[in-house]
């Protein structure tokens, strides 16, 4: 059988070098008299974290000090680790595998060289049957080349050369921070004679789903002619369910054995919100019989475990006039679905640390808030293979984007004969590596590719046409986009809406709130079928910016400070949060929950108009989920550490399965005298949704100006206009106040419910001056629940109460809130769900605030 012996840990050793100088000193050799200055470092990894750990630089995520580790990928670094192989495995084929070297690298084995390996997306694997010692100690040796110069964020895309994230060459959200490391797994592969080289797995169900016929394609690589037997066995929690078994005589070198299968009554897998994910195992067995015409069958020889899915995947046509528009709708296993995303971006700028408690924790932050697909943007990684288990688990689709990108002087690949020969190699090893999870919808060319007008191009361009064939020949049942929008209009602009109101297919932007009337006027005359990237840009949480930036250099917060310059000044929107709230801010904390106010309302007011046009709209993805590097400003809704800004949870309450929404004019009302909105239903569930929908104005002091109730009807999956809702702005009393809806069925219970705040004056300058009020929070433990109770026991309305982990950042463990960032009116209580994971039960304390009332702690009853 098969033996995986891994080489991964914090027992390798590095050391750096200028140029070729480890050459001069032999320093990849056993018997080097290099001993000097070796340093622990751990694998899977990057070079940079691996000298942060030691101290040798200061922390980059402070303030500026990205600046002086700068000069970390200028260097050459050589890796090394002393191993053993059990004398057990002697007389078997072994390989050196390395799933990710970043970039390019030489290889040693007791010296000798083993190869080069360039491109930090395909594996690296080398035989060394005959170069092991079953002696005594191995030294594997890695020379880390000096980063390629490439491209950062602004640039000509058509001068890139390499297949390599740029994210890190610098980006307007992460730094430069170049990075290198061996950043995947390495371990010794060992076999018998006949190795598995891949088992590609189809499941492609029977027109009414009651059967699936499972196609394995397994390629074994034998070193001399044998007779094998191959075993395929089809199992769900450990039962088989389906099995087959060939045997055959083979040449040295690769075959290929295509096992068909049956399924009865498959479990299918859904995405998130629709269903269950339950997961089949393909295991393919070989055995051999020695030489061709052999006796009975030996030992296993290799083993491949492969979970896959099975679910049919299509596309059809929005409802658009517009013949030329590519489809957009998503149908998963014969129902159509609404694409409820964000864009993933790396989780570090450092990507090659293993981090599985932050991936898990962001992936569960995802499917928490009704995700059903990510889009993983085309300036960052191919993610590592646990990225895509979680989303097969979790039932997260993925959008999954070549790593090519704009760069806003030249956004066209290069059409050089060799990088697109280059880019067919790796698409050749990257796309078999990632076929057989369930949840990769897509493969795209990359992101925002445009011709020299801004048109986005088209499998014309070279490059594109070449990855295309690749994708059609390895993964035949993906879909292909060539990029990211895909036009006929790149821009979601009020000029193009009016200049081609049904060419705005699938459309980026804006990335900014637009203002208190212009955001709401642009998404209320939105025509897109597909918004794949838009954006509001906010501050971030407090804790993290107090946790990298030193008290003396908080203020002012603006471009001008050059702290804020470096930590994301191009989302730097300071003086919109001034003019927002009528200037006059002169505290980071205020600062932060008006900019975070402006990013949460902007963002789910943006969400729901794509929502209310469904199925013209099919999806939305805003920009972004997280980021890789703890900026001041960003358009993410997550923090560096993986904590909620608001627009995380505003955005949550948009994707909700069933869904209120009201479309409105302006969120600063002077100079109006009547309050007019339209409310919506959003409905993902396969049945109408019937009820009393309730809609109030409430003033600030919890007085009620004007109240509408009617019978209304939800259909099913899609999007239902309801009432019009008017009211007199003379009859609310206070200069700020709500619209509160809510949908109730015949019982009296809450199916749906939504809040929006509004200002009569012409900014929101009337929240910051809101009448304090007091807050009482308690909480009751269920296990690792908390089930905590917020009261308004005040006589003003509370503003933005949040939850927050008490602890310091980066403690172990977190919580997880199903809901923050709420509204209480004066006497209102609400009941939130808190969830402890990976923390001890002495340590687990809880905080409760607003803008207007002061923070407290969460009493356990």
């Given at each position: 059988m098969g033996t995986i012996l891994s080489l991964d840990g914090d027992d390798w050793e590095f050391k750096d070098f200028v140029g070729e100088d480890w050459i001069w000193r032999n320093s990849e050799k056993p018997d080097t008299k290099d001993v000097r200055w070796w340093r622990r470092a751990t694998v899977p990894g990057s070079v940079l974290h691996d000298l942060l750990a030691?101290?040798?630089?200061p922390d980059p995520h402070y303030e500026r000090n990205s600046l002086l580790v700068e000069w970390v990928p200028e260097?050459?670094?050589?890796?090394?680790?002393?191993?053993?192989?059990?004398?057990?495995?002697?007389g078997r084929r072994i390989r050196l595998c390395f799933d990710g070297i970043d970039y390019a690298a030489q290889v040693f084995l007791n010296g000798a060289k083993l190869g080069d390996h360039v491109g930090m997306f395909v594996p690296a694997a080398f035989d060394v049957s005959d170069a092991v010692d079953f002696e005594g100690d191995n030294l594997l040796a890695v020379v880390i080349e000096r980063a390629p110069d490439?491209?950062?964020?602004?640039?000509?895309?058509?001068?890139?050369?390499?297949?390599?994230?740029?994210m890190t060459y610098w980006w307007d959200f992460c730094p430069r921070m170049i990075h290198q490391g061996i950043w995947d797994r390495v371990y010794l592969d060992v076999t018998g004679v006949a190795r598995i080289e891949d088992v590609f797995v189809r499941a492609t169900p029977s027109p009414d789903f009651s059967a699936a016929d499972v196609v394995a394609t397994t390629t074994l690589h034998a070193s001399a002619p044998q007779t094998v037997e191959l075993d395929v066995a089809l199992t769900r929690e450990g039962r088989v369910v389906a099995r087959a078994s060939e045997t055959r005589s083979v040449d040295a070198g690769e075959t290929t054995f295509e096992t068909t299968l049956r399924l009865e009554r498959p479990e299918l897998w859904w995405p998130n919100g629709a269903g269950a994910q339950p997961m089949y195992e393909a295991t393919a067995t070989v055995r051999t019989r020695g030489s061709a015409g052999g006796g009975a069958a030996s030992a296993v020889s290799d083993e491949r475990l492969v979970p896959f899915g099975v679910r049919r995947i299509e596309w059809m046509r929005n409802e658009t006039p517009d013949e030329t528009a590519l489809p957009y709708t998503l149908v998963v296993n014969g129902r159509r679905l609404y694409i409820k995303g964000w864009n993933w971006v790396p989780?570090?700028?450092?990507y090659g640390?293993?981090?599985?408690?932050?991936?898990?924790?962001?992936?569960?932050l995802a499917q928490r808030a009704h995700v059903n697909m990510l889009r993983v943007w085309g300036g960052g990684l191919i993610e590592k293979k646990a990225f895509y288990d979680a989303c097969d688990r979790l039932g997260i689709l993925v959008w999954q984007e070549f790593i090519q990108s704009s760069s806003g002087i030249g956004?066209?690949?290069?059409?050089?004969?060799?990088?697109?020969?280059?880019?067919?190699r790796e698409a050749e090893r990257i796309v078999p590596r990632r076929r057989n999870h369930p949840s990769l919808a897509l493969w795209c060319g990359g992101n925002e590719l445009q011709d020299d007008d801004g048109r986005p191009l088209d499998d014309d361009e070279p490059v594109l046409a070449a990855l295309k064939r690749v994708v059609a020949r390895l993964d035949p049942d993906r879909r292909w986009l060539a990029t990211s929008p895909t036009g006929r209009l790149f821009n979601n602009t009020l000029e193009n809406i009016v200049k081609d109101p049904d060419g705005l297919h699938d459309v980026h932007g804006p990335w900014e709130h637009q203002g208190l009337t212009a955001h709401y006027e642009l998404y209320n005359r939105g025509?897109?079928?597909l918004s794949s990237e838009f954006g509001v840009e906010g501050m971030t949480n407090v804790k993290a910016l107090y946790r990298t930036i030193a008290p003396e250099h908080r203020l002012p917060a603006t471009r001008d400070n050059p702290v804020y310059f470096h930590r994301g000044s191009w989302w730097n929107n300071e003086p919109l949060v001034q003019r927002s709230f009528?200037?006059?801010?002169?505290?980071?904390?205020?600062?932060?929950?008006?900019?975070?106010?402006?990013?949460a309302e902007g963002l789910r007011y943006a969400v729901e108009s794509n929502l209310r046009r469904q199925y013209r709209s099919s999806g939305t993805l805003p920009w972004q989920f997280n980021e890789p590097f703890p900026n001041a400003y960003c358009t993410s809704a997550l923090d560096y550490y993986g904590e909620p800004k608001s627009a995380y949870y505003a955005v949550a309450r948009a994707y909700a399965p069933l869904a209120l929404s009201a479309a409105f004019a302006a969120q600063a009302l002077a100079g109006r005298e009547t309050f007019e909105a339209s409310l919506w239903a959003a409905n993902d569930r396969t049945v109408p949704a019937e009820g009393t929908l309730t809609a109030r104005l409430i003033d600030a002091a919890g007085g009620v100006a004007e109240t509408m109730s009617a019978p209304v009807v939800a259909a099913a999956n899609g999007s239902t206009p309801l009432v019009d809702f008017r009211a007199p702005l003379a009859a609310v009393a206070t200069d700020w106040f709500f619209l509160d809806l809510a949908l109730r069925d015949a019982s009296g219970r809450t199916l749906a419910a939504n809040r929006y705040v509004f200002s009569k004056t012409d900014n929101l300058r009337p929240l910051l001056d809101a009448k304090p009020t007091t807050l009482r929070a308690t909480a009751v433990a269920d296990g690792d629940a908390w089930r905590v109770t917020l009261a308004n026991v005040g006589d003003a309305a509370a503003i933005a109460v949040r939850l927050e982990d008490e602890r310091e950042l980066g403690a172990e463990g977190g919580v997880l809130f199903e809901e923050n960032d709420i509204f209480l009116l004066p006497g209102e209580t609400a009941e939130l769900r808190a969830e402890w994971r990976g923390v001890a039960k002495d340590a687990r304390r809880i905080a409760a605030g607003g803008w207007n009332t002061p923070s407290v702690r969460v009493a356990l009853e």
């Amino acid at each position: 059988m098969g033996t995986i012996l891994s080489l991964d840990g914090d027992d390798w050793e590095f050391k750096d070098f200028v140029g070729e100088d480890w050459i001069w000193r032999n320093s990849e050799k056993p018997d080097t008299k290099d001993v000097r200055w070796w340093r622990r470092a751990t694998v899977p990894g990057s070079v940079l974290h691996d000298l942060l750990a030691l101290g040798e630089v200061p922390d980059p995520h402070y303030e500026r000090n990205s600046l002086l580790v700068e000069w970390v990928p200028e260097r050459t670094w050589l890796y090394r680790k002393r191993f053993r192989v059990p004398a057990e495995h002697r007389g078997r084929r072994i390989r050196l595998c390395f799933d990710g070297i970043d970039y390019a690298a030489q290889v040693f084995l007791n010296g000798a060289k083993l190869g080069d390996h360039v491109g930090m997306f395909v594996p690296a694997a080398f035989d060394v049957s005959d170069a092991v010692d079953f002696e005594g100690d191995n030294l594997l040796a890695v020379v880390i080349e000096r980063a390629p110069d490439e491209q950062p964020q602004v640039s000509k895309t058509r001068y890139v050369r390499t297949h390599k994230s740029r994210m890190t060459y610098w980006w307007d959200f992460c730094p430069r921070m170049i990075h290198q490391g061996i950043w995947d797994r390495v371990y010794l592969d060992v076999t018998g004679v006949a190795r598995i080289e891949d088992v590609f797995v189809r499941a492609t169900p029977s027109p009414d789903f009651s059967a699936a016929d499972v196609v394995a394609t397994t390629t074994l690589h034998a070193s001399a002619p044998q007779t094998v037997e191959l075993d395929v066995a089809l199992t769900r929690e450990g039962r088989v369910v389906a099995r087959a078994s060939e045997t055959r005589s083979v040449d040295a070198g690769e075959t290929t054995f295509e096992t068909t299968l049956r399924l009865e009554r498959p479990e299918l897998w859904w995405p998130n919100g629709a269903g269950a994910q339950p997961m089949y195992e393909a295991t393919a067995t070989v055995r051999t019989r020695g030489s061709a015409g052999g006796g009975a069958a030996s030992a296993v020889s290799d083993e491949r475990l492969v979970p896959f899915g099975v679910r049919r995947i299509e596309w059809m046509r929005n409802e658009t006039p517009d013949e030329t528009a590519l489809p957009y709708t998503l149908v998963v296993n014969g129902r159509r679905l609404y694409i409820k995303g964000w864009n993933w971006v790396p989780i570090d700028a450092m990507y090659g640390v293993e981090r599985p408690e932050k991936l898990e924790r962001l992936l569960t932050l995802a499917q928490r808030a009704h995700v059903n697909m990510l889009r993983v943007w085309g300036g960052g990684l191919i993610e590592k293979k646990a990225f895509y288990d979680a989303c097969d688990r979790l039932g997260i689709l993925v959008w999954q984007e070549f790593i090519q990108s704009s760069s806003g002087i030249g956004n066209q690949p290069s059409d050089d004969p060799a990088f697109i020969e280059m880019m067919v190699r790796e698409a050749e090893r990257i796309v078999p590596r990632r076929r057989n999870h369930p949840s990769l919808a897509l493969w795209c060319g990359g992101n925002e590719l445009q011709d020299d007008d801004g048109r986005p191009l088209d499998d014309d361009e070279p490059v594109l046409a070449a990855l295309k064939r690749v994708v059609a020949r390895l993964d035949p049942d993906r879909r292909w986009l060539a990029t990211s929008p895909t036009g006929r209009l790149f821009n979601n602009t009020l000029e193009n809406i009016v200049k081609d109101p049904d060419g705005l297919h699938d459309v980026h932007g804006p990335w900014e709130h637009q203002g208190l009337t212009a955001h709401y006027e642009l998404y209320n005359r939105g025509t897109s079928l597909l918004s794949s990237e838009f954006g509001v840009e906010g501050m971030t949480n407090v804790k993290a910016l107090y946790r990298t930036i030193a008290p003396e250099h908080r203020l002012p917060a603006t471009r001008d400070n050059p702290v804020y310059f470096h930590r994301g000044s191009w989302w730097n929107n300071e003086p919109l949060v001034q003019r927002s709230f009528g200037g006059g801010i002169d505290d980071v904390e205020t600062l932060v929950r008006a900019s975070q106010l402006l990013q949460a309302e902007g963002l789910r007011y943006a969400v729901e108009s794509n929502l209310r046009r469904q199925y013209r709209s099919s999806g939305t993805l805003p920009w972004q989920f997280n980021e890789p590097f703890p900026n001041a400003y960003c358009t993410s809704a997550l923090d560096y550490y993986g904590e909620p800004k608001s627009a995380y949870y505003a955005v949550a309450r948009a994707y909700a399965p069933l869904a209120l929404s009201a479309a409105f004019a302006a969120q600063a009302l002077a100079g109006r005298e009547t309050f007019e909105a339209s409310l919506w239903a959003a409905n993902d569930r396969t049945v109408p949704a019937e009820g009393t929908l309730t809609a109030r104005l409430i003033d600030a002091a919890g007085g009620v100006a004007e109240t509408m109730s009617a019978p209304v009807v939800a259909a099913a999956n899609g999007s239902t206009p309801l009432v019009d809702f008017r009211a007199p702005l003379a009859a609310v009393a206070t200069d700020w106040f709500f619209l509160d809806l809510a949908l109730r069925d015949a019982s009296g219970r809450t199916l749906a419910a939504n809040r929006y705040v509004f200002s009569k004056t012409d900014n929101l300058r009337p929240l910051l001056d809101a009448k304090p009020t007091t807050l009482r929070a308690t909480a009751v433990a269920d296990g690792d629940a908390w089930r905590v109770t917020l009261a308004n026991v005040g006589d003003a309305a509370a503003i933005a109460v949040r939850l927050e982990d008490e602890r310091e950042l980066g403690a172990e463990g977190g919580v997880l809130f199903e809901e923050n960032d709420i509204f209480l009116l004066p006497g209102e209580t609400a009941e939130l769900r808190a969830e402890w994971r990976g923390v001890a039960k002495d340590a687990r304390r809880i905080a409760a605030g607003g803008w207007n009332t002061p923070s407290v702690r969460v009493a356990l009853e």
